[in-house]
């Protein structure tokens, strides 16, 4: 590999890390806001071991992103081979792991499923209308894709607000109306008094139909991904196999 070219390697690589870096600090941020919100869904949700460990997750991966961004950024830079190997290593181990836990989801379809209903039977239960954070964003959800609750609006049979009440309400984010000057959160009166005002659909196969509609847009970005830690791999290689024997003073000591 020629000068000119090791040297567009190197800094093309240098700009590849720093990038990784700093979205490996978004995730970490966005770990923490979940984590430490007092607003967020985990408030609601503070004995569901799956959206905590999901939030761990988050953190460690952003962690590990920024770390691995940084020990990229160094030996691109000073041309460190015992960094670059580090760093292709740590990639491959991303690349297999995004493998198994693609394949662990498809494969745990029902048991994730079982879990999310779990966990939205829980916000159902103790909205309350206050429009908090976390009401806000079941009302979006339920507003925008036109479904109650997640498998039907007999989800929402256990909220409180509605057991206590006298008269038959529901949701507002669940009125099937294009009454523009509805409520977009809170609870509303059934003036039908059948509920026929009232989306049947769960969000669940919302979910699903969103997902299947959007399936290559999902699978694209997903093999974008592969396709960035892939070229990551490789500029990797290419410069610790091409750069000379490695200068230790080169390496800042502080």
């Given at each position: 590999?020629?000068?000119g070219c090791?040297?567009?390697?190197?800094?093309f690589?240098?700009?590849?890390?720093?990038?990784?870096?700093?979205?490996g600090?978004v995730?970490?941020?966005?770990?923490?806001?979940?984590?430490?919100d007092?607003?967020s869904?985990?408030?609601v949700?503070?004995?569901?071991?799956a959206?905590k460990a999901a939030?761990?997750?988050?953190?460690?991966?952003g962690?590990f992103?920024?770390l691995?961004?940084f020990?990229g950024?160094?030996?691109?830079?000073?041309?460190?081979?015992c960094?670059?190997?580090?760093?292709?290593?740590?990639?491959?181990l991303?690349?297999?792991?995004?493998?198994?836990?693609?394949a662990l989801?498809?494969?745990q379809?029902d048991?994730?499923?079982?879990?999310?209903?779990?966990?939205v039977s829980?916000?159902l239960?103790?909205?309350?209308?206050?429009?908090?954070?976390t009401?806000?964003?079941?009302d979006?959800?339920q507003r925008?894709?036109?479904c109650?609750?997640w498998?039907g609006?007999q989800?929402w049979?256990?909220?409180?607000?509605?057991?206590?009440?006298?008269?038959?309400?529901?949701?507002?984010s669940?009125q099937?109306s294009?009454?523009?000057?509805?409520p977009?959160?809170g609870?509303?009166d059934?003036t039908?008094?059948s509920?026929?005002?009232?989306y049947?659909?769960?969000?669940?196969d919302?979910?699903?139909?969103?997902?299947r509609?959007?399936?290559?847009v999902?699978?694209?970005?997903?093999?974008?991904v592969?396709f960035?830690e892939?070229?990551?791999?490789?500029l990797?290689?290419c410069?610790?196999?091409?750069?000379?024997v490695v200068?230790?003073?080169?390496?800042?000591?502080?």
């Amino acid at each position: 590999m020629g000068k000119g070219c090791l040297t567009v390697t190197k800094y093309f690589l240098f700009l590849f890390n720093l990038i990784f870096f700093l979205l490996g600090g978004v995730i970490l941020g966005f770990g923490l806001w979940l984590l430490l919100d007092n607003q967020s869904f985990i408030v609601v949700l503070n004995d569901s071991t799956a959206v905590k460990a999901a939030c761990y997750i988050l953190i460690g991966v952003g962690g590990f992103s920024m770390l691995m961004g940084f020990v990229g950024c160094l030996g691109a830079i000073y041309e460190v081979r015992c960094l670059l190997g580090l760093y292709f290593t740590c990639l491959l181990l991303i690349l297999i792991a995004q493998i198994a836990a693609g394949a662990l989801i498809y494969f745990q379809k029902d048991m994730l499923d079982e879990e999310m209903s779990r966990i939205v039977s829980k916000v159902l239960d103790n909205y309350p209308g206050n429009n908090t954070t976390t009401e806000q964003a079941w009302d979006f959800i339920q507003r925008n894709m036109k479904c109650c609750g997640w498998n039907g609006r007999q989800d929402w049979e256990g909220n409180m607000a509605i057991v206590n009440s006298s008269q038959m309400i529901f949701p507002c984010s669940c009125q099937n109306s294009t009454n523009t000057t509805a409520p977009l959160s809170g609870f509303c009166d059934d003036t039908s008094g059948s509920g026929s005002s009232v989306y049947e659909a769960g969000c669940s196969d919302s979910v699903e139909a969103w997902l299947r509609t959007n399936m290559w847009v999902i699978l694209g970005v997903c093999l974008g991904v592969a396709f960035i830690e892939l070229l990551g791999m490789i500029l990797s290689i290419c410069l610790c196999k091409n750069v000379g024997v490695v200068d230790y003073t080169k390496v800042p000591k502080y």
